[in-house]
């Protein structure tokens, strides 16, 4: 019962770092490439490919019918999702013009 208890909650964990990684990989590749070298970041290339890496391996840390898998492939997922939706994200949503730059401003966006 304990190992059942285990093998649900790895299974949970490695989706959710699979899906972080994903969700930081789309939100890196529709960011304008100016955005990312005005905010002082890496380049949009770099981001895309450590994103796709980690999302790569995200999936592949999945366990598969039961069988175990390995938590260096989720943390491998985990840990460039995190600092880019935690820190690179941030400084870049202000410089590609979509809701990072808000204000009361008057008029209506639509």
């Known amino acids: ?7 649900y909650l790895f299974l949970g964990l490695s989706v959710i770092a699979f899906g972080l990684a994903l ?3 789309v939100d890196a590749l529709v960011r304008p490439t100016t955005a990312f070298t005005s905010a002082d970041k890496r380049t949009k290339g770099f ?4 994103l796709a890496l980690a999302t790569v391996l995200g ?3 999945i366990p598969a019918g039961g069988g175990g898998s390995s938590l260096f492939l989720v943390l491998i997922a985990a840990i460039p999702a995190g600092i880019y939706l935690a820190d690179v994200r941030p400084a870049v949503a202000r410089y590609s013009g979509r809701g ?6 008057g008029g209506s966006r639509w």
């Open 47 to 50: 981001w895309g490919g450590v």
């Open 23 to 25: 969700w930081a990989l």
């Open 59 to 61: 999936f592949l840390g």
């Open 100 to 105: 990072g730059s808000g204000g009361s401003g």
């Open 1 to 7: 019962m304990i190992a059942n208890i285990q093998a």
